[in-house]
């Protein structure tokens, strides 16, 4: 895996779906790839791989759904991750435990409800004909996550 950090998969992690976006900082460019099948969050991980040896990714990047200010607080008053950010952070490790290369944390709050958005949008100006299904809003919404990754400053090599 030679891939550049200038370049990376990036990953809306779901209970069913995992959305999967290719994102590159050189040229600044992000783009919805595909969307993977998933049982509890646990996808094939065969498709990842292939997934990975096709586009040589530098990193990887998981949107993780944080919330104000980073964690709830329980009625018992421990910091708790919600079952999505959990289950975000899993993945990610599983990435981390499979992979060698950076795995990147991005928040992804309200990621999905902008994907869907954009995607309704398009729909409405007549540029997608069909309608707007789950596994595209999952792709689109890696590729918004993807945008947050680029707008933060490159790591120096």
């Known amino acids: 895996m030679n891939g550049s950090s200038a370049t990376a ?3 809306d992690h779901g209970g069913r779906r995992i959305g999967i ?25 065969p498709d990842v791989e292939k997934l990975i040896r096709e586009w040589c ?12 200010p980073g964690r709830r607080i329980s009625s018992g008053g421990n910091n708790e991750a919600t079952d999505s950010e959990s289950a975000a952070e899993r993945f990610a490790a599983e990435l981390e435990s499979r ?22 949008d398009q729909r409405r100006a007549g540029i997608r004909q069909r309608k707007v299904r789950s596994a595209d809003v999952d792709a689109v919404a ?16």
Do not use: H, K
Request: net charge negative; aromatic share 8%; glycine share 4%.
């Open 9 to 11: 998969l990036v990953f």
């Open 21 to 45: 976006a290719l994102a590159s900082r050189n040229p600044r460019l992000a783009s919805p790839l595909t969307t993977l099948a998933a049982r509890s969050g646990v996808p094939d991980w």
């Open 57 to 68: 990714p530098g990193c990887l990047v998981v949107g993780v759904p944080y919330n104000e």
């Open 99 to 120: 992979y060698p290369m950076p795995v990147i944390r991005v928040d992804e709050r309200l990621s999905s409800a902008e994907a869907e958005y954009r995607l309704r």
């Open 142 to 157: 890696a590729c918004v996550i993807a945008e947050s990754w680029l707008d933060q400053p490159a790591p120096a090599n």
